[in-house]
Nanobody, 129 residues
Framework: EVHLVESGGGLVQAGGSLRLSCAAS????????ITWFRQVPGKDREGVVY????????YYADFVKGRFTISSDNAKNTLYLQMNSLKPEDTAVYYC??????????????????????WGQGTQVTVSS
């Protein structure tokens, strides 16, 4: 059974850092296309960063470029999202999602929720001003 579990969320002051983890079981993360999403209540879920299978391509949303970094530990079958210089507008529930179908990066294709068939339960990130 494919399973994703996020952790590492919490409360941090603006300018601070957090590292989120996405642990997988039942499949190898490195063999899937993975995206971190986030969602604020009342708003659509938005893509934060995409990592292709084997990490050949990484794509960041403009609003996190230079602040967030995705990485992975294949031995632990875990993906990480290092978030630095956090802003209050980064407050959201963060999810990792996996798909075997290669998304297109054009026109935001990698953010299409219906592409992803495995989702974690999310982890709350709150950034205070």
């Amino acid at each position: 059974e494919v399973h994703l579990v996020e952790s590492g969320g919490g409360l941090v002051q603006a300018g601070g850092s957090l590292r989120l983890s996405c642990a997988a079981s039942g499949f190898s993360l490195d063999d899937y296309y993975i995206t971190w999403f986030r969602q604020v209540p009342g708003k659509d879920r938005e893509g934060v960063v995409y990592k292709s299978k084997h990490g050949d391509v990484i794509y960041y949303a403009d609003f996190v470029k230079g602040r967030f970094t995705i990485s992975s530990d294949n031995a632990k079958n875990t993906l990480y999202l290092q978030m630095n210089s956090l802003k209050p507008e980064d407050t959201a529930v963060y999810y990792c999602a996996a798909t075997e179908i290669r998304p297109t990066l054009r026109k935001g294709g990698w953010t299409m929720l219906e592409l992803y068939d495995s989702w974690g339960q999310g982890t709350q990130v709150t950034v205070s001003s």
